[in-house]
């Protein structure tokens, strides 16, 4: 039977009479007859906690109701078959006439077996609302039959003591025996969207075997019709059933005996099933392994559900929308435990899908999105999954495809956000609306005050008293926690650690695997804390609690491997995954060399001091036995922590002046600050060891918990970890921490092989040079932190687009070297300077072009300096005088970004090693930067820019220089016409961006090189490939600028009519340059609303620009020409009114820059005028010049600069030369609509008349190139 909440109808009788009144029953009782999930005692709990406790009984106070297994007879008219259309998505088991016929194997007239329960009358109608989609009738007594226990000895097994004991009910006439029937419209069979569900038919099965053994089990599937062959295994980890299936083999075993029956070989797993299930996506997904030890909460339980109810109740008279609860609270107090509870009770009674997410960034959400489509969504090709996939989806197209399915499922779904630490994401994540029933849950510990109110945030403290005792009894072992001492200790252990769960798991498990009673525990506890002192009264102090509640594991590891407690305090100071054992193997290999460095200076007597700030020397206490670690306090009053393990009392690497100058530049270039490739860190066999014996002691207390061969610490264990060390011990730790990464860090930006490896790191590089700004360390260990964390931006920026991650790094750079005080000294000033540089491109990437000139003129000024005494940093200064002429060619700023390059150039070719490769790169990226001056001017040398681009080939053999080249080469190859060559040149650059950048296909170059494609595409009018191509550029554009999406920023009119569409864009130029080109094709395809539709999400990323911008001229520009082909869009759709606007607009724009132009001096309007009629004429000739008709885009382009040269005209002064472009225009006006053989005379001279007229104003004309004369 379904346990939903339901309906009811008239109760009748066998052959479909009405049944007159039942007779008042004398018994505070009813009954119901169990024919299916009920008869699962286990399923009774979830029911019971909900139901009315007005009655009190024995039934109502115990875990499950009393019963006695009973049959229907047959003569009763009934049948049970597997017939029930469950609302959440699967065929439950039903009750049908008997006379009924059937196809899926009904039987005919059987008796039902199952067991008759006895409930309190008051809560008959908590259990009525249990049954949704059932009504219920009464059984008259006669036809019932009860196996008294004699007889259910008979049928059991030998091991039948083991059954469910059955009651002793004294039935009378009188009492109402009820049997729960389905309605009529939730009658169905199984088919391929509604299928049997494994979890379901266990939960049946085992509550057969529960009272009677195989044999009522082997009853049931006898007396059952309607088996299928739509059966779904949808148990976790169905084909490893012995992890979660209980009694999977005598279920499984019984299954195949009746296979006739059960269909038992059609069964199939969830990615054998057919692909409609998967498309509606049902069952459960990432959802943690049930806890057995989970106590309490009942309350907090019911809370969630009626939150969610509630707000579900209160949407019901408006569109269906996405209810949402947040569960808040400290960390350790159970946020995702009481959520899998919440899950594991309501599935799959009142959802169909259930799906958890790992929430704590956006990319975990995404990684999680991409494996659900993979898992549950078997239609559709998520990339990425295997090592063949040629293209990754993007964050977008992932994202989008869950949202859609979620938002047109049939059956109620729950999403759970576990860990969720910004709640901005939701707005990406959850679809704004769902088909039946959607909820959402999320665990977080940040409180946002404007949501409790909007959706009901549970709030989620620690346990009470009872609970954490419940907890103990649970987890610890009954026989570590009974009797009365142990009781008393048990309650003044929880008070002391502030009922915190995971403080009391931990202590738990600490009993459990020691086996330790819980009077010695709260010994040993005592004897670790702090004399005199009270941390864990207060909620505050958590994570205290849970250190000093850790010690004791750390005291029963530290008997049996002292170094593991060394190696997890070296893990609090990194990220919380990524956990190896390399990183093992390479921490205690730094920390050996520590130790070595250290006891050499002692022999030498050559002892160092302490820093000026720390105001005590900590030493370790070894105690006998169980003695743990005592904390030390500082002179100051400050507390130091708990110290958790033992710590050879040492000296530490620390300089009594960290402002010495010269010692620290002679100390830099012993070190060699920046790491060079012969660096080598050899792992002995006894790193070897010891890591395997850390790695297996912290699985085996649950302090690391392992998948895939990666761990994962906690958190809030780190934290506490940390606070457990003394400051010179967290010096100390954090400075062999440094030192273990500098040796696996090898990221170098021309080895592409090494960037893997870096990814691997990322995340503990990032979390150890943050930690670095916290305490006072030398200076050489502040460069050395510095110089990792500028590293790790540049990784972030240039493998992977991770813009604003890598502009975190690079200031947290600057901020360590400012923290080391170092004043002139050359190794910070250089490195400062590489920093500014880095940051410079970082912020030119993002669009930030006055950030990112002062960034660079910053590098450039400390690199001059610094190369007046050492010539080695004149590379430093070319390098940045070549990213500031990149920048100006950005900037358009043509003249001054061929001086820059220039200088770049010739300083590069002046260094003494010319021949080394690295020169040779550099140079080569000089002259493509040179030869893209040259494409850009007007009019362009394009001769010129192939032949430096040539050069540069010849002299690269870096792979993403050489593909950034050949990009450049097929832009020159295309405008001189040369487009077969522009197309080998593009294949080649995408091949070496694709073997550069592995699997980060979404990457900036590789949408350079396909809006190139399309380009190329667009010129052959081979539109459906240009839209590919352009398609596809946008998708990687989306996902490398989504740092610059604002939502709801938009202009007014676009903001109301267009809204849904421009929120998937970032406010980025690029994007904006991408739509239009998507326009224009759509425009030549006839698609003209899609085309529109592409134009007004491009209009709405310029009006943001138009606003924000550094480079406004050319957000006037492409301003100037969205509106025309909005314009032309609209005169096709047949709206002339609203072309009518565009055109308004576009003069209203036009007259307001030209008299912004006019009071800047910028330019007159004949120089713009000038600069139309050049454009206008090249086209004009290569128009004339076609060999067909068929040229849709050329006469397009060409009419559609006539029109702007018209309104050119209007603005210029009378003068000849406008004279002359009217003239230009009239006739071309006339034969642009003529074929071939008419219009190539007249227009060709044309164009010959409108030569004179540019040469009489200076502007000399050759064929395809213009040239102003010098």
């Known amino acids: 039977m379904s346990s939903e909440m339901g309906e009811h109808t008239l109760q009748t009788a066998p052959g479909g009479a009405p049944l007159s009144p039942s007779p008042p029953s004398l018994s505070s009782y009813d009954y119901v007859f169990g024919f299916g999930s009920i008869m699962n005692t286990s399923t009774h709990a979830v029911w019971k906690t909900t139901s009315s406790p007005s009655t009190e009984s024995s039934s109502s106070s115990s ?26 998505g699967f065929t439950a088991l039903g009750v049908g006439r008997s006379s009924s016929s059937s196809s899926n194997n009904s039987s005919e007239g059987s008796d039902i077996n199952g067991v008759i329960f006895q409930v309190p009358t008051n809560d008959m109608p908590d259990f009525d609302r249990r049954e949704v989609g059932y009504t219920k009738i009464r059984v008259p007594l006669e036809y019932i039959t009860i ?28 009492d109402n025996i009820w049997l729960y029937v389905p309605l009529p419209n939730y009658i169905h069979y199984a088919d391929e969207t509604h299928p049997l569900l494994q979890s379901y038919v266990d939960t049946v099965l085992q509550g057969c075997l529960e009272w009677g053994g195989p044999t009522m089990a082997e009853q049931f599937i006898l007396t059952t019709g309607g088996w299928s062959e739509y059966f779904l295994n949808d148990t976790p980890s169905s084909r490893r059933p012995w992890l979660f299936r209980k009694e999977y083999n005598t279920i499984d075993e019984l299954l195949k005996k009746y296979e006739e029956f059960t269909y038992y070989a059609e069964r199939r797993h969830p990615e054998e ?63 995702s435990q009481l959520v899998t509870e919440y899950c594991y009770r309501n599935f799959p009674a009142q959802y169909g899908l259930v799906i958890w997410l790992n929430s704590e960034s956006a990319d975990s959400l995404l990684a999680d999105y991409r494996s659900l489509l993979s898992d549950m969504a078997m239609d559709v090709d998520v990339g990425g999954v295997s090592d063949n996939a040629d293209v990754n989806k993007s964050t977008e197209e992932i994202v989008g495809e869950v949202k859609t399915r979620l938002f047109r499922s049939r059956v109620p779904w729950l999403l759970v956000f576990d860990n969720l630490e910004d709640h901005d994401l939701l707005n990406d994540f959850v679809p704004r609306g769902a088909g039946v029933r959607g909820h959402v849950v999320v665990t977080t510990r940040h409180i946002e005050t404007e949501a409790v109110d909007s959706h009901g945030t549970l709030i989620l403290g620690c346990f009470d008293i009872s609970e954490s005792l419940e907890l103990l009894c649970r987890s610890a072992g009954l026989h570590n926690v009974d009797g009365e001492k142990n009781t008393l200790a048990a309650t003044e252990l929880c008070k002391m650690m502030g009922n915190l769960p995971l403080a009391l798991g931990m202590a738990a498990a600490y009993m459990r695997r020691c086996d330790v009673q819980c009077v010695e525990y709260l010994d040993r506890y005592i004897a670790s804390e702090k004399t005199g002192q009270s941390l864990y009264g207060k909620v505050e102090n958590y994570s205290l609690s849970v250190a000093s509640s850790m010690s004791l594991s750390l005291g029963e590891i530290e008997k049996e491997s002292p170094t593991t407690c060394q190696v997890l305090r070296l893990l609090s100071f990194l990220g919380p ?145 940390r606070t457990c060390q003394s400051e010179e011990e967290s010096q100390r730790n954090l400075i062999i921490c440094i030192d273990a990464l500098r040796s696996l860090w090898t990221f170098k930006p021309e080895e592409v092989e090494s960037w893997k490896e870096a990814l691997q790191i990322l995340d503990h590089v990032k979390c150890v040079v943050a930690h670095a700004l916290e305490f006072e360390l030398d200076a050489i260990y502040i460069l050395k932190a510095a110089q990792l964390s500028m590293e790790a931006g540049v990784f972030s920026a240039m493998a992977l687009n991770a813009f604003v991650e890598a502009q975190y790094s690079l200031h947290l750079a600057l901020s360590l070297l400012e923290k080391a005080k170092l004043g002139r000294n050359s190794s910070s000033q250089r490195l400062k300077a590489e920093v500014l540089h880095e940051l410079g491109r970082v912020y030119r990437y993002q669009g930030s072009y006055n950030e990112s000139e002062r960034s660079l003129l910053g590098s450039l000024e400390i690199s001059q300096q610094v190369s007046r005494k050492d010539l080695a940093v004149r590379k430093y200064v070319a390098d940045t005088l070549h990213e500031l002429g990149v920048l100006e060619v950005k900037k358009h700023n043509l003249d001054s970004a061929a001086q820059f390059l220039q200088r770049s150039l010739e300083l590069r070719q002046s260094l003494t090693d010319t021949e080394s490769d690295s020169v040779n790169a550099s140079c080569a990226a000089t002259l493509h930067q040179l030869a893209a001056v040259y494409v850009a001017r007007k009019p362009p040398s394009l001769e010129k820019a192939k032949a430096l681009l040539q050069d540069a080939l010849k002299m690269c053999r870096q792979i993403g220089q050489r593909a950034a080249t050949l990009k450049q080469l097929a832009r020159v190859t295309i405008r001189q016409g040369y487009l077969e060559k522009a197309e080998i040149y593009l294949e080649q650059a995408l091949e070496l961006y694709l073997e550069l950048y592995g699997d980060n296909k979404l990457h900036i170059n590789i949408a350079s090189v396909k809006f190139q494609q399309g380009a190329l595409a667009l010129q052959r009018e081979q539109f459906d490939e240009a839209w590919l191509h352009f398609s596809e550029c946008l998708r990687i554009r989306r996902h490398v600028y989504a740092y610059a999406r604002q939502v709801g920023v938009i202009g007014t009119e676009v903001s109301a009519t267009r809204k849904s569409s421009v929120d998937t864009n970032p406010i980025h130029l690029e994007i904006s340059v991408v739509l239009h080109e998507l326009g224009v094709v759509g425009f030549a395809q006839g698609r003209f609303s899609q085309a529109f539709q592409m134009l007004l999400e491009e209009r709405a990323i310029l009006e943001n620009l138009h606003e924000t911008t550094s480079h406004s001229n050319r957000v006037y520009q492409a301003r100037l020409t969205c509106l025309t082909w909005l314009r032309k869009c609209a005169k096709e759709l047949g709206d002339e009114s609203e072309a009518e606007k565009y055109t308004k607009e576009r003069t209203a724009m036009k007259k307001e820059a030209g008299l912004k132009t006019k009071e800047k001096h910028l330019v007159s309007e004949s120089v713009m005028l000038q600069h139309k009629v050049i454009d206008c004429r090249l086209l004009a000739r290569q128009f004339a010049l076609e060999k067909s008709d068929s040229n849709i885009v050329g006469k397009e382009k060409l009419l559609n600069v006539l029109a702007g040269l018209k309104e050119e005209i209007s603005l210029a002064p009378p003068e000849s030369m406008a004279r002359a472009a009217t003239q230009f225009r009239d006739t071309m006006m006339i034969w642009i609509d003529e074929p071939i053989s008419k ?14 007229t540019l040469r009489a104003h200076g502007i000399q004309v050759v064929d395809s190139m213009i040239q102003n004369k010098r």
């Open 147 to 174: 196996m008294d226990n004699h007889h259910h000895s008979e049928h059991a097994s030998s091991s039948s003591s083991s059954y469910h004991k059955q009651a002793n009910f004294a039935f009378t006439p009188n």
């Open 577 to 721: 995954d990524q956990i190896t054992k390399w990183l093992l193997r390479n921490l205690l290999s730094s920390k050996k060399k520590m130790d070595t460095h250290l006891s050499e200076l002692n022999k030498t007597g050559s002892g160092m001091n302490l820093s000026s700030n720390s105001s005590a020397m900590i030493c370790g206490f070894v105690l006998a036995g169980a003695a743990l670690i005592l904390p030390a306090c500082a002179k100051d009053g400050r507390r130091v922590g708990l110290c958790v393990g033992l710590v050879a009392a040492s000296m530490l690497i620390f300089s009594s002046s960290a402002t010495d100058s010269a010692a620290t530049e002679q100390h830099a270039h012993h070190e060699d600050i920046k790491r060079s490739a012969s660096i080598s860190n050899a792992i002995s066999a006894f790193e070897y060891e010891e890591s395997d014996v850390a790695w297996d002691l912290l699985k085996s207390f649950s302090l690391l918990s392992v998948k895939e061969g990666k761990g994962s610490v906690h958190r809030l264990l780190q934290q506490a970890m």
């Open 63 to 88: 875990s499950s109701l009393p019963g006695v297994i009973a049959t229907i007879s047959k003569e009763f008219g009934y049948k049970r078959q597997w017939s029930f259309r469950s609302s959440t």
């Open 1239 to 1252: 219009r190539r005379v007249p227009i060709l001279k044309a164009c010959d008349s409108l030569r004179d």
């Open 273 to 335: 099933f057919a692909s409609a299930f998967n498309q509606r996506m049902r069952g459960s997904w990432n959802l943690p392994r049930r806890n057995p030890n989970f106590t309490g909460r009942d309350g907090q339980l019911d809370q969630l559900r009626l939150r969610l109810v509630n707000q579900d109740d209160r949407g019901k008279q408006q569109q269906r929308v996405v209810v949402r609860v947040d569960v808040a609270g400290m960390g350790g107090v159970g946020k």
